[in-house]
Structures are given as C-alpha cells and as structure tokens.
C-alpha cells in the first residue's frame, strides 16, 4: 500500500513545530520584551499582549516562545516555568487559578478558598521555591467578556506584594478591542506591549506548509502543484490552520485512494469539505441572535464593499434587532456570536492596524452574495415570527 503519512500527528493542532517559518521577528520581539525575567533581573512585572485573527500562530507562537524561554532562563540559573491556561476551557478566575497549581504541582489545596487567597498561595509557593512564573492566558477574551476578575487580581495583587516579582503574563485574543471593557487601571497596567501577528500571504503559507509537510508526510507525496493550491486556496483567509487542515484532509484522500501522491483533485475535495459555501441548511443551524447579526452584516455589505467594523455592524445590528422585536444582546455576548460566525467559516474576521486609532476589526462575507444572504435570512425569520 501507498503511503502518505510519515508522521500523521505532527499535522495535529496540538502539536508545536519546532520552529515557525515567517514568525521569527515577533519570537525575537517576545524574548525582547521578557530579557529581564529569563536573565532573573526584572524588576517589574511583564505583561504582553498577543493578537492576531484566527490560524495566524499566536498559540503555537506563545507555546513555542514558552519552552525556550524555560530552557534559557535554566541557564541563567533561574527557576523560571511558563504556564499555559486556554480560557475556552478554563472559563472561570477559580479554575484558572486551579490549572496553575496543578500545572506547578504545588501542594495547594484550592477548595474552599477565595480567588484573591488562592493567587497569593500560588505567590507564596513560588517565594519558596525561588520560582517565576510566565502565565499565558489564551483566548483571553473570554473570561472578560464573561467579568471575570483575573486580570484585576494579577495586576493589583502584583502591585501589593514586596520583593521581585514573580509572575508575568502573556494574554492571547482575536479580539484586541475586548480590553476596552476594563476598567482603566486594570487596562493602563497591561496595555504597551502589544505584538500583533498579521495573516499570511499565500507566499508565506507555501512556505510553512512545505515546512510543515516535510515533517508530517513521506517525501515526494506533495506534488508541488498541489502544494501551490493550498498555499493560494488557505492566503485569501491568511490562516495557517485552514491550510493545515486542507494537506491533513488531502492526504486522507489521496490515502483513502491508495494513490502515491496528493493531486490538485484531493486539495479541491479537502477544501470542499472543509467549508462548503454557505448553504441553507447552515443558516437553520444558527440562533435567533446570529441570525440577526448576519443579516445587518449582509445589509451593511450591500452598497458593494467589502468590509465593515465591528462597531458598526454592533450598530447596525442593534437597528434590526429593532426591526424584529429583539432585544439586543451586549457587546460581549454580540462579539461571541460574531467568533462562533467565524469559525463556522461564514463570516471572516479580520484585525487591521487603523493607523492612530489603533487596532479595529474588520468583518467580511467571503463566501455568499451578501444580497442571496440577505434574501435566505429575511425568508427564515419570517417564518419564524
Ligand atoms: N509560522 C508557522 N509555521 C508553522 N506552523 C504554523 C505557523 N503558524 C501557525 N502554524 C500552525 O497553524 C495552526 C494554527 O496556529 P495557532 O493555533 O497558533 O493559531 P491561533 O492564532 O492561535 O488561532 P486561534 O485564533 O484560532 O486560536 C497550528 O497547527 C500551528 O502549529
Ligand atoms: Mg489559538
């Protein structure tokens, strides 16, 4: 039989390369902005923020940064452990905190215990040990669109404590504008570092997927027309996981029919199974409230162009909520439906620099006539009421 894979799992989501092309500078950037706490001489606390849109590296960028980082500062002589916590999965401050202990295997029981006490258990612990800590905070956004009061804690109680500091953060998020929502000292604490991963060209994605495929798959499988398609398919969403998943579902394909290659034909059956254009079918899938989001999207989009930002499609939704007798949901739970939006492929979200204004995110339709959108919308929701 033919084979296809040399070494499957390394085209996991979970799994970090050992190095990631195109990103270089901004690792360079990170060990720049943490020198003090790997060299054991920093005498404020670090905080940096990591955005980008989907698939443009942040986590495997943080992880990736994480591990050297403990390595380096093990030479230095210094204690120093990265830890890493998605807030996808750990969506409260106390569980948080809890995945910290653990991660340190200190012997700290949590139950029980306020979450301003349990955090500075964990600063005793690492007192003790003589011990800093990088805390990376992924997904960030949601644990403050959900109140949470993590981010307070970290930059009030490091505040409190004497001596050096011992922990230091990383925060991870889509969504840069999530940070307005803070109060401001909370936000004037971590704001200043921000290092923000722009998509990739298709020129880049050539290059990470034949890194990446070099690694995952027998040589000569990749045909290099093939690989040229993905790389041009996964550029116009600028996301490497997209482009991942496209080789991954290809390489089943050409697998499931024995051939000794990956052919254009896999690439185009991976692609289309991936995100089908929208159908029908998909818009019954969603909520009354991402329904309603879309439609001011497609609305908003009609005078042709191509993009609109998040504050005004929040606007615009808020008049057809109106329309429709709903009651508008709150930005942060509106900026949750937008996410779940996204990652369905139906809409593409987008983080561009705004010039003094800062970061904005941008909204797109990639894959349906925003007028057919409108048209199939307008039709369910007045099925419905
Ligand atoms: N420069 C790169 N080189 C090699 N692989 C990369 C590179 N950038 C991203 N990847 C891979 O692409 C996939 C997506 O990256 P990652 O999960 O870091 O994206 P993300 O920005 O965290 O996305 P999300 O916003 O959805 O969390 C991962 O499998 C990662 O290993
Ligand atoms: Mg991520």
Redesign the pocket.
């Known amino acids: 039989m033919a084979r296809i894979f040399k070494a499957e799992e390394k085209l996991s989501?979970d799994?970090?390369?050992g190095r990631?092309?195109?990103?270089d500078n901004e690792l360079r950037l990170l060990r720049t902005f943490f020198s003090g706490v790997i060299s054991g001489s920093s005498m404020i606390s670090t905080r940096v923020i990591v955005t980008?849109?989907?698939?443009?590296?942040?986590?495997?960028?943080v992880k990736l940064f994480g591990a050297t980082a403990e390595e380096e500062a093990r030479r230095n002589g210094v204690n120093l452990r990265f830890l890493y916590v998605n807030c996808r999965i750990s969506k409260s401050t106390f569980v948080v905190l809890s995945r910290l202990i653990e991660q340190l295997r200190a012997r700290i029981g949590a139950r029980g215990f306020a979450n301003e006490e349990l955090l500075h258990r964990i600063l005793n612990y690492l007192e003790l040990k003589n011990m800093y800590a990088i805390i990376a905070l992924d997904?960030v956004d949601l644990l403050i669109s959900r109140g949470e009061d993590i981010l307070y804690l970290l930059s009030r109680i490091g505040e409190e404590r004497e001596g050096p500091p011992r922990i230091s953060i990383i925060l991870i998020t889509?969504n840069p504008e999530i940070f307005d929502l803070l109060d401001e000292s909370t936000r004037s604490s971590l704001l200043g570092n921000v290092i923000h991963?722009s998509e990739y060209d298709s020129g880049q994605l050539y290059d990470?997927l034949k890194?990446?495929a070099e690694e995952a798959l027998m040589p000569g499988v990749l045909l290099e027309e093939s690989l040229r398609l993905i790389a041009d398919l996964a550029g116009e969403r600028g996301d490497?996981?997209y482009a991942?998943d496209i080789l991954w579902r290809a390489g089943k394909y050409a697998e499931a029919e024995n051939s000794r290659v990956i052919t254009p034909e896999h690439v185009r059956k991976a692609a289309a199974s991936i995100y089908p254009a929208v159908r029908r079918e998909h818009l019954e899938f969603l909520n009354q409230h991402e329904r309603l989001i879309l439609l001011a999207l497609a609305r908003s989009l009609q005078g042709g162009q191509a993009y609109i930002t998040t504050a005004d499609l929040y606007q615009n939704y808020q008049l057809i909520c109106e329309e429709y007798s709903a009651e508008p949901r709150a930005y942060t739970s509106f900026w949750e439906h937008l996410q779940r939006l996204d990652d369905l492929g139906i809409i593409r979200i987008k983080v561009r620099s705004d010039g003094i204004k800062g970061r904005r995110s941008y909204i797109s339709l990639p894959g349906i006539p925003a007028t057919i959108l409108q048209a199939e919308l307008e039709s369910i929701l007045r099925r419905q009421s």
Do not use: Q
């Not at 990631?20 to 990103?23: A, E, F, G, K, V």
């Not at 980008?52 to 960028?61: E, I, N």
């Open positions: 989501p799994y970090i390369p990631l092309p195109h990103r980008g849109s989907v698939g443009t590296g942040k986590s495997a960028l997904e889509r991963l990470i890194f990446r490497a996981r991942l």
